[in-house]
């Protein structure tokens, strides 16, 4: 149970650096430009915030915990990118669906992100809390 904690404060750490990241980067330069008339000019903080704790919890569950025991990085990373890809789809799918104006593009592009957020991610942490064990 503590290895679970641990991973998990892992993945959150790097979830956030790294989704951070790409927002910083995109955001601008390539959310804003295509969706810009549905996106709120500050983000609400208390969704966000449970999208990341849940978001990563999950990660950590169906992604990480089965290859904590004599898994891979590789298979770490598989399971993530999975993880990320469904979660994702979900999303831009269902935008795609219900909002107007919500591109398809931007739809592609982000379930893309969250197959390779949600891998590199899970990769990671499977990484770290393989060599901090090996310690």
Same mark, same amino acid.
């Given at each position: 149970? @503590?290895?679970?904690?641990?991973? !998990?404060?892992?993945? =959150? $750490?790097? %979830?956030?650096? +790294? /989704?951070? #990241?790409?927002? *910083? ?23 966000? @915030?449970?999208?990341?704790?849940? !978001?990563?919890?999950? =990660? $950590?569950? %169906?992604?990480? +915990? /089965?290859? #904590?025991?004599? *898994? ?29 104006? !919500? ?14 957020? *949600? ?17």
């Amino acid at each position: 149970m @503590a290895d679970h904690l641990v991973a !998990y404060a892992v993945a =959150l $750490v790097l %979830f956030l650096i +790294a /989704d951070g #990241l790409w927002l *910083g980067i995109s955001g601008p330069r390539v959310y804003r430009p295509r969706i810009g008339a549905i996106l709120r000019d500050r983000p609400r903080i208390a969704p966000a @915030a449970a999208f990341y704790l849940l !978001y990563v919890a999950g =990660l $950590v569950y %169906f992604a990480v +915990a /089965d290859n #904590l025991a004599g *898994g891979t990085v590789f298979a770490g990373a598989r399971d993530g990118a999975l993880f990320g890809f469904f979660c994702y789809l979900t999303f831009n799918a269902t935008s795609l669906a219900l909002i107007r104006g !919500y591109d398809r593009a931007i739809a592609m592009l982000d379930t893309g992100w969250g197959a390779v957020l *949600g891998g590199l991610v899970a990769g990671a942490t499977v990484a770290i809390m393989n060599w901090a064990a090996f310690m």
